[in-house]
């Protein structure tokens, strides 16, 4: 090791950045240019979405039997091409439709109770892969094309992608994520992808809707505030802040698993009055159906009013009420009787009011427990409110009580649905706050340095041309609990190899919750390694570059300025 900056500079400026929420409900993109930096666009997607006052297209996806058999990137016919919201549900009802109607990707990494649009079984990892990349190639292709006309011309310069994630993904399904957006088609060599969870987008963009409210209200050099963004199968939760131009975390990150949610609710009622095996049978048979019957359900469940006494109806397809006719010899209606809904003569199913309460009641008691634990842990001045959730009035106006409770006050942002596209989006442009990241673990790289036999045990010794070097040396980069700032470069060092001439250095990445002395000690876990090629020099060296994104750590291996490689250390435990 010959050099060591701890430096702090702001990372380049990506020419632009492109986000991407592929959620369980709806899923959509938003995008940033250089030229216009103080902007962040929601991108326009096809088809009125099914999700409340948001900018996006239902998660649905159709896959033809000759796109899945074929060379997706040699054909060009749309008839061939998988089709993403109504345009799938549209595909999937053609007479000559053969494929398969289906999406699930965040759910595959839980095994949660089933969801409005999870209508497979759990898929295997290349399905998996498939799925995600054809969705990343649709959406970054959308946006690629409207960065075009806004720029009257292709990009210059390096685009940053970024995809957002739950906090709960471990390391498989990271790097199953990557996986899918490497195999996509679309980046260059020069652009790079991010990974950033849910929760710190939502409370990222939480402090870019504060910052305008709380400087009219205002003076204060301090303030605190609760990020909650509930989104149709996870909870999002964060809490920071802001003092000295700096944001600092004052909860951890977390994304839960929604158990107890008003459709799966909803569902266990149906398999109740109909029983499992039809509800089984109609979910596989006619998806499109179940879609179209959960987004009445949906709707219903967002006109609810504590204060009024009436029936909420829930329109049901034909192919519902005719399948059960045939499966179980029948009517519907007659399945009501004995079941405290009714049936409409305009075909609904009629849900009673303390019925509909029962089924939103178990979520927003779920959310408020959250609320009140994080409250009691700090006294946050503010609490924003984010989320698809966060269109229905009975949860904000329950919401506005408990954090009144605590003397704070709830905002909820007029865009709330593009939460965490703004925040992904805000999050590697200049638009970004002074982020202050607590590291959960040390980062050190494996080296030799010369014995001494003061320090190093003799199990260590190594001779190399007459000389002795000690192996396998922690080399401490960043340390557990080091605050790392968001976008910065965090440390530059440089590596020379052990011997001249030598013209491949290998440099493996290593992590560990405590600061060993040595690799190999018990505490230790390999990441990576870094292999670095150049010419016919006397010595061998390779600057590290370490710059911190939101919800990882960027390694990059320099050569005179010149990125050659890089690896991601992604901030889990």
């Not at 061939?80 to 398969?100: E, M, S, V």
């Not at 965040?106 to 295997?124: G, V």
């Not at 190399?464 to 557990?480: E, H, N, P």
């Amino acid at each position: 090791v010959n050099r060591d900056k701890k430096l702090h500079p702001r990372d380049e400026l990506p020419s632009c950045v492109i986000a991407l929420d592929l959620g369980s409900r709806g899923s959509g993109y938003a995008y940033w240019i250089r030229e216009e930096s103080e902007f962040v666009r929601i991108g326009n997607v096809d088809g009125v979405s099914s999700c409340p006052a948001s900018h996006k297209a239902p998660s649905w996806v159709m896959f033809d039997d000759l796109y899945l058999d074929g060379d997706e990137d040699g054909e060009s016919a749309d008839s061939i091409r998988p089709g993403f919201g109504f345009q799938a549900l549209d595909k999937y009802l053609t007479d000559d439709a053969h494929g398969q109607l289906s999406w699930r990707w965040r759910e595959h990494f839980h095994e949660a109770k089933s969801f409005p649009y999870t209508l497979d079984s759990k898929a295997s990892d290349d399905d998996l892969i498939f799925m995600m990349k054809s969705a990343i190639r649709h959406y970054a292709r959308q946006a690629m094309e409207q960065i075009s006309q806004r720029r009257r011309g292709a990009p210059q310069g390096s685009t940053v992608t970024l995809i957002a994630i739950p906090s709960t993904f471990d390391q498989r399904a990271r790097q199953l994520v990557r996986e899918a957006a490497l195999e996509s088609g679309f980046l260059k060599e020069s652009d790079s992808i991010a990974l950033i969870e849910d929760s710190i987008a939502s409370g990222l963009y939480a402090l870019h809707t504060l910052k305008s409210k709380i400087n009219k209200e205002s003076n204060a050099k301090e303030m605190s505030y609760l990020s909650v963004d509930c989104g149709a199968s996870y909870l999002h939760f964060s809490g920071y802040q802001a003092t000295e131009g700096k944001l600092r975390q004052l909860l951890l990150p977390r994304s839960d698993p929604l158990i107890d949610s008003p459709e799966s609710l909803f569902e266990a009622e149906l398999s109740t009055v109909f029983t499992p095996n039809y509800i089984f049978n109609y979910q596989n048979k006619y998806k499109a159906g179940w879609l179209k019957l959960m987004t009445e359900f949906e709707h219903a469940k967002n006109r609810y009013d504590p204060l009024s006494r009436q029936n909420y109806y829930v329109f049901v397809p034909s192919s519902f009420v005719d399948h059960f006719r045939r499966f179980t010899s029948m009517e519907v209606e007659d399945a009501l009787e004995s079941s405290d809904m009714v049936w409409s003569k305009t075909g609904a199913i009629g849900i009673p009011h303390w019925k509909m309460q029962r089924f939103l009641q178990p979520l927003l008691d779920y959310v408020n427990d959250k609320v009140v634990t994080s409250m009691k842990k700090h006294k946050f001045e503010h609490l924003v409110l984010t989320g698809g959730r966060a269109g229905a009035k009975f949860y904000v106006d329950a919401i506005t009580a408990t954090a009144k409770g605590f003397g704070a006050t709830l905002h909820v942002p007029k865009e709330y649905n593009a939460a965490v596209l703004q925040g992904s989006t805000i999050s590697v442009t200049n638009l970004a706050p002074r982020l202050v990241i607590r590291s959960r673990f040390s980062i050190g790289v494996g080296v030799m340095t010369p014995f001494s036999d003061e320090i190093h045990p003799e199990e260590k010794r190594v001779m190399r041309d007459g000389k002795s070097w000690c192996a396998d040396v922690w080399d401490s980069l960043i340390k557990a609990d080091q605050e790392l700032e968001l976008n910065r470069v965090i440390i530059k060092r440089s590596y020379v190899g052990a011997q001249p001439g030598q013209s491949l250095l290998v440099l493996p990445l290593f992590k560990s919750p405590d600061e060993p002395k040595f690799v190999t000690e018990s505490s230790v876990q390999k990441c990576c390694e870094l292999k670095f090629t150049s010419g016919q020099r006397a010595w061998q060296e390779v600057e590290l570059v370490l710059v911190c994104r939101p919800s990882e750590l960027l390694i990059k291996a320099m050569d005179g300025g010149v990125m050659k490689s890089y690896v991601v250390v992604d901030f889990t435990d």
